[in-house]
């Protein structure tokens, strides 16, 4: 065979090969980082359970699951817009976006869905191995918890797409960036369950948080996983993501259309 | 020493009328800073809502543990930014410039950016402290006001250590270390409760090896005149925040031994 013919192919292998290491490194820091913090958070909590006889609305060894599958699915919260979108919207090439023949919220909410998808996977099944085998995280309740956490969790991507769609066409207004996102990512975490979980709030606060779309992310998901919500009740979780998943879809959709029409592109 | 100092404020005065030109995207990254540890915060609050104690401490005994490490550590975050960047300017080639300029690196790096935006977290950090001390019984003696000051200075200096350490890595990985980032801020998120809730090993790895609890630990059970359920004296609690300095000095040290060993990339 020539070898100059297979020369493209051994040069695009090594060069995608060489880059899918860059991003090793970086799932790796982010791997190393988040057993770090679960450890911590765990430890915490530890402290906090030892202090008290009273029954909680949560036992820790719930509690330390629900931590680490936080922390293995820290990678889906919506904490930053589209990197890609962003990087158009500053330099102005986001004007090609507007031309391309196709239903713009769509082909945005297909970006999005990679952005969060691929680099989560990438971390969260070592770490959650990882954290089953050594670091006290339980398995799903029964297989239909498993089942449910599963239908439970794919909402809850569509879920984070829709709010990162709508964190990236901020951008579209504030020439400064990401002051929206800056903004959202904390509260998102805390309401959440990232911060501690749910269940801990205060009563009174319970009723505010099971309205709100954000427990949709994590906490409704990881309740099911461990049978805190019982299989029985799965379907009020699901139809209460779906319906923010519909919410924020149409909000979305409808953000894009004005910020289309007001659009300034600034790229020279 | 002055003319650098002089120098030092003319580098922060150019990199904050930098900041001042995107006013609007200061004042929002400044208030996502402020949301960003408030989120801790709130918490804290919840957790001692439902809990009431944390084993034999109080909530206002915890906020001053979290609002002491979060003031120390604002000023370093506003300080160090240029540390996360050594990667980049070691293989971009930038680097190969600073070492031509007649001023120490470290001095130039620490001169590339003061972060303002980090005073979200000065605030946050600062008003709970505050609060805390309203419901403290704290002896205000020279003796601990002076130890309050020095625990703040010393915390900040430790956490620059870290910092400068990451950047001295760089030098043979050619890029930042996200890894070291569960030292610094996985240290800041251990350090807002007192370090005897945690685990032995836990324990002794922050005094030990990184002695990150001679900063954040030691001299707050001092001030706030507390004995330590692990069994310090008090004269080791005044003295535990020149270990913080000492670590500094010594990563100081280290850079230094990195700069000899530095290789351009050549690019």
Not at chain 1, 109 to 137: E, Q
Not at chain 1, 160 to 188: K, Q
Not at chain 2, 22 to 36: N, P
Not at chain 2, 93 to 119: A, C, N, W
Request: hydrophobic fraction near 55%.
């Amino acid at each position: 065979m020539n070898p100059s013919f297979v020369l493209p192919y051994t040069a695009v292998l090594s060069a995608r090969f060489r880059m899918l290491l860059q991003y090793r490194a970086a799932a790796l820091a982010g791997f190393v980082t988040q057993i770090g913090w679960g450890a911590i958070r765990i430890m915490a909590m530890e402290a906090f359970y030892r202090s008290t006889t009273a029954p909680q609305p949560m036992n820790l060894e719930e509690v330390v699951t629900y931590v680490w599958l936080g922390q293995a699915l820290l990678g889906l919260l919506p904490w930053n817009p589209d990197t890609e979108i962003r990087n158009m919207v500053r330099s102005g090439t986001v004007a090609y976006e507007l031309v391309r023949p196709v239903n713009l919220y769509t082909y945005w909410f297909s970006r999005s869905l990679a952005f969060r998808i691929a680099p989560t996977l990438m971390r969260s099944i070592p770490l959650a191995m990882l954290a089953l085998l050594f670091f006290g995280m339980q398995p799903p309740a029964s297989p239909e918890s498993l089942l449910v956490w599963l239908a439970a969790t794919a909402g809850a991507v569509l879920l984070t797409t829709a709010l990162t769609v709508i964190l990236s066409i901020t951008l579209m207004w504030t020439i400064s960036g990401e002051g929206v996102a800056f903004l959202a990512a904390p509260i998102i975490y805390l309401l959440a369950g990232m911060v501690i979980p749910l269940p801990l709030f205060p009563e009174w606060a319970q009723f505010i948080l099971e309205m709100l779309p954000f427990r949709g992310l994590c906490d409704a998901p990881f309740r099911l996983y461990m049978g805190h919500i019982s299989v029985a009740e799965a379907w009020a979780v699901l139809l209460h993501q779906w319906i923010w998943i519909f919410i924020l879809v149409g909000l979305g959709a409808w953000m894009l259309s004005r910020a289309k029409r007001r659009l300034v592109v600034q790229g020279g | 020493m002055m003319n650098a100092f002089a120098l030092y404020i003319n580098y922060a005065t150019l990199s904050l009328r930098g900041q001042m030109q995107y006013r609007v995207s200061f004042i929002l990254g400044t208030l996502g800073q402020l949301l960003g540890t408030g989120v801790e915060f709130v918490g804290i609050l919840a957790l001692f809502d439902r809990f009431e104690s944390l084993s034999q401490w109080s909530l206002a005994e915890v906020a001053f543990f979290y609002g002491l490490v979060n003031v120390a550590f604002a000023f370093t975050d506003s300080l160090s930014r240029g540390f996360d960047h050594v990667g980049d300017l070691v293989r971009t080639g930038e680097f190969d410039r600073m070492l031509l300029r007649p001023r120490s690196t470290v001095l130039q790096l620490i001169g590339k950016e003061f972060t303002l935006k980090r005073l979200g977290r000065f605030l946050q950090g600062g008003g709970v402290l505050i609060w805390s001390t309203l419901y403290l019984d704290i002896a205000w003696s020279p003796w601990v006001m002076a130890l309050t000051a020095v625990t703040v200075f010393c915390g900040a200096c430790f956490f620059l250590g870290l910092f400068i350490n990451i950047g001295t890595l760089s030098f043979w990985t050619t890029e930042t270390l996200e890894l070291m980032n569960v030292l610094t801020y996985g240290g800041i998120e251990a350090s807002k409760y007192p370090l005897a809730i945690y685990r032995p090993w836990f324990r002794r790895f922050f005094t030990m090896v990184i002695p990150m609890g001679c900063v954040t630990y030691f001299p707050v059970l001092a001030i706030l005149g507390r004995t330590d359920p692990l069994g310090t004296s008090l004269a080791f609690q005044y003295a535990a925040p020149l270990f913080g300095l000492l670590y500094f000095i010594l990563s100081l040290l280290i850079w230094r031994l990195g700069l000899r060993y530095y290789r351009s990339t050549g690019s």
